[in-house]
């Protein structure tokens, strides 16, 4: 009997296991999945829990509900990754394995700003990438009287690159309807050049910060947040005051990948990103977050990322060459706020165009453009997490690889 | 897009980034410097030779990943490339900016 294990039980993680049950003979595989939590988290939904829009109950569910039988489900810590001797070290116990795949994701880590995690941390500075930093943004805004709200991207890569604008559209819809959008000042500050960063976007999107009054802030590296002056500065001494700070810190891979040598400084592990093999080590795949390939880390790339590894592990487990065939697929809802919302379809190469998805001219959705439709995907998708990807059901006209059908390239940029 | 950059002609995208970075060379970067009141100096030439090994070996640019490179400080970097360090920077090394996914 040989040993496949899946760190981790998140998108990643439970997807393969789903596909892999039932891919590789019972007979010569044992399957096994770790992960130290119990509850499996919808990230998506932590978007809009702050507004009062999704309940916690409907954005976390028990993990092993998703993992099938015939998949040995472990709840434990990871203490290490031996990849030299092809263990894995758990708290109390050792595992062996002939292939390995990572998917440990990628979290927060606030420590890597220096004010950060000051005294204003979850009194007036909030995250809204983990389930109790959107549920304590939650409780703040449900009274907050208004003022300067800042939404800031601390670095690059980050998980789900489009949430932290999706944030400040849907507050802007949330102030107003709450009627005091007029008591409130939205900055958006980017470490990037824009809040749209390829060419065809901000053509196509840039009207969405005017017509939202959001004001923006670009190139801003931030050097420390000053909690005295309420204010986050940046390496030329940069000041933007707030009242209220919604800050996406520094995304990094898990600490285990550092325990185990196998990231680079922010954790990720190097992995080719057309075949999903670590660079270091054959029997070794990565997937997700834990990655450094140069897709998008969204739970939809995973999605695509799965069928391309599940196919690649039966070929590795046959000797066979692996495909090199995951080509950065992403397939994501944008929320603009009024109950609308965009969709865009990209890979590695190809930036978001105008079009309809997933038929040609018929759609439904729309590409790049706002849509009551695109909003009803976007809340059709909490569904479909948890009743199909999870459980690696394939979503019907939607492929790994992205399509050229129904895209329309027409949109000129500006020189 | 064409573009004449130091009496070559050479491909660049809208926002005036060389497409193929084997249209690069010194006399390229200076020009795109000038036009980006830069004149580059050995420092220069250093963040340049680091970004573009970066982008090689298909490594993300970020502040962070200066801070730690031993070339330069960051703060070195924002006087060398006032305004948007790492959008200058590259355009003048000759490869794509950082970019999200929109």
Redesign the interface.
């Known amino acids: 009997m040989k040993n496949l294990i899946i760190l981790g039980a998140g998108t990643s993680g439970t997807m393969m296991s789903n596909h892999l049950v039932s891919k590789l003979s019972n007979k010569e595989w044992k399957i096994t999945i770790v992960d130290q939590y119990k509850t499996h988290y919808y990230q998506p939904g932590f978007l809009f829990l702050p507004f009062d829009t999704y309940t916690e109950n409907q954005v976390k569910k028990e993990g092993k509900k998703f993992v099938p039988k015939g998949v040995n489900y472990i709840q434990k810590e990871i203490k290490q990754i031996f990849p030299e001797t092809n263990k894995v070290e758990l708290e109390d116990e050792t595992l062996s394995y002939d292939i390995l795949i990572v998917a440990t994701g990628s979290k927060i880590a606030p420590d890597?700003t220096d004010g950060l995690l000051g005294p204003l941390w979850q009194k007036d500075i909030f995250d809204f990438y983990t389930y109790e930093g959107a549920l304590a943004l939650r409780n703040k805004l449900r009274d907050w009287q208004g003022g300067k709200l800042v939404v800031h991207i601390t670095?690059?890569?980050i998980k789900c690159?489009?949430a932290p604008?999706e944030f400040a559209f849907l507050a802007d819809s949330y102030f107003k309807k709450k009627g005091m959008r007029d008591k409130v000042d939205i900055t958006y500050v980017?470490?990037?050049?824009g809040a749209?960063?390829?060419?065809t976007?901000t053509k196509a999107?840039n009207y969405l910060l005017k017509e939202k009054q959001i004001n923006i802030e670009?190139?801003f590296?931030v050097?420390e947040v000053d909690n005295e002056k309420k204010a986050i500065v940046d390496?030329?001494d940069r000041e933007i005051p707030f009242d209220l700070l919604v800050t996406v810190p520094?995304n990094m891979g898990d600490e285990v990948i550092e325990r185990s040598g196998l990231g680079?400084?922010?954790n990720f592990i190097p992995t080719h990103?057309h075949t999903l093999q670590s660079i270091a080590h054959d029997n070794i795949f990565v997937i997700g977050d834990a990655t450094?390939v140069?897709a998008?880390k969204?739970g939809s790339v995973a999605h695509f990322q799965a069928e391309t590894l599940t196919d690649n592990i039966i070929l590795y487990t046959k000797g066979y060459k692996l495909k090199e065939e995951f080509d950065g697929h992403?397939n994501?809802f944008?929320e603009t706020g009024n109950n609308k919302a965009l969709l865009?379809d990209?890979n590695y190469k190809q930036e978001?165009v105008h079009g309809t998805f997933p038929f040609a001219k018929i759609g439904p959705l729309k590409l790049l453009k706002e849509s009551v439709f695109n909003h009803w995907g976007k809340l059709a998708f909490r569904w479909i997490y948890w009743n199909m990807l999870l459980k690696g059901i394939p979503i019907p006209f939607v492929g790994r690889n992205m399509s050229f059908k129904g895209k329309i390239f027409d949109i000129?940029?500006?020189? | 897009m064409k573009k004449v950059i130091a009496n070559k002609e050479v491909d660049v995208?809208?926002?005036g980034y060389l497409v193929d970075f084997k249209q690069w060379d010194r006399e390229v970067c200076e020009c795109i410097a000038g036009e980006c009141n830069v004149v580059m100096t050995e420092k220069h030439w250093e963040v340049v030779e680091y970004l573009q090994d970066k982008h090689l070996k298909?490594?993300?640019l970020?502040?962070?990943?200066i801070k730690?490179s031993g070339v330069i400080n960051?703060?070195e970097?924002?006087a060398l490339f006032p305004?948007?360090?790492?959008?200058k920077s590259t355009l003048i090394a000759g490869i794509p900016?950082?970019?999200?996914?929109?």
């Open positions: 890597e670095e690059m890569p690159p489009v604008l980017t470490p990037l050049d749209f960063t390829k060419p976007c999107l670009t190139d590296a050097m390496y030329v520094t680079d400084d922010l990103k450094n140069p998008s969204a992403a994501c944008i865009i990209f978001p000129k940029a500006d020189k | 995208n809208e926002e298909e490594e993300p970020s502040i962070r990943g730690k960051i703060k970097f924002y305004g948007g360090p790492l959008k900016k950082p970019k999200s996914c929109i």
